[in-house]
């Protein structure tokens, strides 16, 4: 048996192409008639533009499909690229970065979130120091307190960190206002800001406390 059935297509058709040009000549002498080689003829001829054909979409397939991989992975780097911006930010939370279709912060990649440090407090000093503590509130050890200062005008800015729950700071102006409130940052990911604590609501320059 020659087992055309076990052929790949190209030498399938390759071998009855070769058959179809003897018998088409000699079909006579192999007892066929005309029309039975002329129909296995020209459905081989079918058979080899359908194989071409084949090849081709599959060569498009293939294109389509590395193109739309290359896409995938460029929306993927986009979204990945906004989303650890997102999580980073300290002034959204998780209601927010729900509506824009992340997942709240505790959920994000499944690990170790940041914790929302509570009970800052401040104390100020004559010589222009400032000195503050704050409960970690089961943030880990591996995370970086960031801390936020702010006169009566303008933005937050962060004019230190550290690992410690504590931190004295210098080079205040004593008698002038500031506000001061903490974030915690672990795996990149940065928590919503503790509350506020202020120096100077009055015009004393004297040393005291208060945590809002």
Same mark, same amino acid.
């Given at each position: 048996?020659?087992n055309?059935?076990?052929l790949p297509?190209?030498?399938?058709?390759?071998?009855?192409?070769?058959?179809?040009?003897?018998?088409? /000549? &000699?079909?006579l /002498?192999?007892?066929?008639?005309?029309?039975?080689? /002329?129909?296995?003829?020209a459905?081989? !001829?079918? @058979?080899?533009?359908?194989?071409?054909?084949?090849?081709?979409?599959e060569?498009?397939?293939?294109?389509?499909? !590395?193109?739309?991989?290359?896409?995938?992975?460029?929306?993927l780097?986009g979204?990945?690229?906004?989303?650890?911006?997102?999580y !980073?930010?300290?002034?959204?939370?998780?209601? &927010?970065?729900?509506?824009a279709?992340?997942?709240?912060?505790a959920?994000?990649g499944?690990?170790?979130?940041?914790?929302?440090?509570?009970?800052?407090?401040?104390?100020? @000093?004559?010589?222009?120091?400032?000195?503050?503590?704050?409960n970690?509130?089961?943030?880990?050890?591996?995370?970086v307190?960031?801390?936020? =200062?702010?006169?009566s005008?303008?933005?937050?800015? =962060?004019?230190?960190?550290?690992?410690?729950?504590?931190?004295?700071?210098e080079? @205040?102006?004593?008698?002038q206002?500031?506000?001061?409130?903490?974030?915690?940052?672990?795996?990149?990911?940065?928590?919503? !800001?503790?509350?506020?604590?202020?120096i100077?609501?009055?015009?004393?320059?004297?040393? @005291?406390?208060?945590?809002?």
């Amino acid at each position: 048996m020659n087992n055309y059935a076990n052929l790949p297509d190209g030498i399938l058709n390759q071998r009855v192409g070769e058959s179809t040009t003897v018998l088409i /000549e &000699q079909y006579l /002498e192999y007892g066929l008639t005309e029309t039975e080689v /002329e129909i296995l003829d020209a459905a081989n !001829a079918q @058979f080899a533009s359908a194989i071409s054909l084949a090849g081709v979409l599959e060569n498009d397939r293939k294109s389509a499909v !590395a193109q739309k991989n290359e896409d995938r992975a460029t929306v993927l780097f986009g979204i990945n690229t906004i989303a650890k911006k997102l999580y !980073a930010n300290p002034a959204l939370d998780d209601s &927010q970065l729900t509506k824009a279709g992340l997942a709240p912060r505790a959920a994000y990649g499944g690990r170790t979130s940041p914790k929302i440090p509570t009970n800052l407090v401040a104390n100020a @000093f004559s010589d222009g120091r400032v000195s503050m503590q704050w409960n970690r509130n089961g943030a880990s050890r591996s995370s970086v307190f960031t801390v936020w =200062a702010k006169g009566s005008t303008g933005d937050w800015t =962060a004019v230190a960190s550290g690992t410690k729950t504590r931190m004295t700071l210098e080079g @205040f102006t004593p008698g002038q206002f500031k506000s001061f409130k903490v974030t915690s940052t672990v795996n990149n990911l940065t928590s919503a !800001a503790s509350n506020i604590a202020s120096i100077y609501e009055s015009s004393s320059a004297e040393t @005291f406390t208060i945590a809002a």
